[in-house]
């Protein structure tokens, strides 16, 4: 068994604190052809995402990735709430003139005053200094970094399932392989024995008393027999089969990067199975053909996950 094969479906979260805040990040990351990324973070951390993207694009090589960090609570600064008494003056004379106006006689409430953004006010917190900045930054690569080692083992232990179970359908394309050659023989050797009984129904049906003659039409009915049996035989179809097979098998049992190469071997072995439904009429090898293009599909599907 080599290198571990990868899900591409992961999800981590983690809650981190620092200068008197707390934060949550949390990463996703679904199957995609290509590697994608998603960073949503804070207005003011718009200096780390360079950052952020290098750190998980060095780390996941394929599929569509979410992250993204809130503030959970911020302790390190007591929000400050201000009234402005003057625009507060200011927009109640408004509406008392637009009441007398329009003669409303609903009276003026608080939340008719709260209505104006100038009235009630709230301090911002003040920027951070490089220092915190730098701070902050170290401190969030690190969680993200760890954030990573968790998705990394929740892809790992779902890629360990697939590659199981994938593993368990090539098994099943051996003993069908196993089987195809048996009835293999067994159908050329009927394939001969029906063709020489009709051979003899037409010399029974169409006697010639010159034996030369029926001689030269026994070789040239042989040579077209021949043919026929050849045009039908499965056995290159088999040996490419197997070989396809064979290939899956290592891809999964070497692990690492292997979805795409799969994709493309399911598509080659997908071939194989529909040549050997058309050229065999043998209704057992039909019936196999079936069971293992539904194995196919399925095998395929599970694959998209693979990264």
């Known amino acids: 068994m080599g290198a571990s094969i990868h899900s591409m479906t992961g999800f981590a979260s983690r809650t981190f604190s620092c200068l008197g805040t707390s934060y949550k990040i949390e990463l996703k990351t679904?199957?995609?052809?290509?590697?994608?990324?998603?960073?949503?973070?804070?207005?003011?951390?718009?200096?780390?995402?360079?950052?952020?993207?290098?750190?998980?694009?060095?780390?996941?090589?394929?599929?569509?990735?979410?992250?993204?960090?809130?503030?959970?609570?911020?302790?390190?600064?007591?929000?400050?709430?201000k009234v402005n008494l003057l625009q507060a003056e200011s927009a109640f004379n408004a509406l008392a003139e637009l009441r007398t106006r329009f003669q409303i006689t609903e009276a003026i409430t608080l939340r008719d005053l709260m209505s104006f953004p100038e009235v009630i006010s709230k301090n911002s917190a003040p920027s951070m200094t490089e220092v915190e900045a730098e701070e902050l930054k170290k401190a969030l690569l690190k969680e993200v970094n760890l954030a990573l080692d968790d998705l990394l083992q929740m892809r790992a232990q779902e890629g360990l399932k697939l590659q199981k179970a994938l593993l368990a359908i090539v098994g099943q394309f051996k003993s069908s392989h196993g089987r195809f050659v048996e009835l293999r023989s067994?159908?050329?050797?009927?394939?001969?024995?029906?063709?020489?009984?009709?051979?003899?129904?037409?010399?029974?049906?169409?006697?010639?008393?010159?034996?030369?003659?029926?001689?030269v039409m026994e070789t040239r009915i042989a040579?077209?027999?021949?043919?026929?049996?050849?045009?039908?035989?499965?056995?290159?179809?088999?040996?490419?089969?197997?070989?396809?097979?064979?290939?899956?098998?290592?891809?999964?049992?070497?692990?690492?990067?292997?979805?795409?190469?799969?994709?493309?071997?399911?598509?080659?072995?997908?071939?194989?199975?529909?040549?050997?439904?058309?050229?065999?009429?043998?209704?057992?090898?039909?019936?196999?053909?079936?069971?293992?293009?539904?194995?196919?599909?399925?095998?395929?599907?599970?694959?998209?996950?693979?990264?």
């Open 30 to 81: 679904l199957n995609h052809r290509f590697f994608e990324l998603k960073v949503r973070t804070p207005r003011e951390w718009n200096g780390f995402e360079s950052a952020i993207r290098s750190l998980i694009e060095s780390r996941l090589k394929r599929g569509s990735t979410d992250f993204w960090v809130e503030k959970v609570q911020d302790t390190s600064v007591a929000s400050e709430i």
């Open 223 to 307: 040579q077209e027999i021949s043919y026929a049996i050849e045009k039908s035989d499965i056995e290159e179809e088999l040996t490419r089969f197997r070989g396809h097979v064979d290939q899956i098998e290592t891809l999964l049992n070497q692990g690492g990067l292997v979805g795409k190469k799969l994709d493309f071997m399911f598509q080659e072995l997908n071939r194989e199975i529909n040549t050997l439904g058309n050229k065999s009429q043998d209704l057992d090898v039909s019936q196999d053909v079936i069971s293992l293009k539904m194995w196919v599909e399925q095998m395929r599907e599970q694959s998209l996950n693979l990264e």
């Open 186 to 215: 067994i159908i050329q050797k009927k394939s001969q024995e029906k063709i020489r009984k009709k051979i003899e129904q037409c010399f029974e049906a169409y006697a010639t008393p010159d034996a030369q003659l029926r001689a």
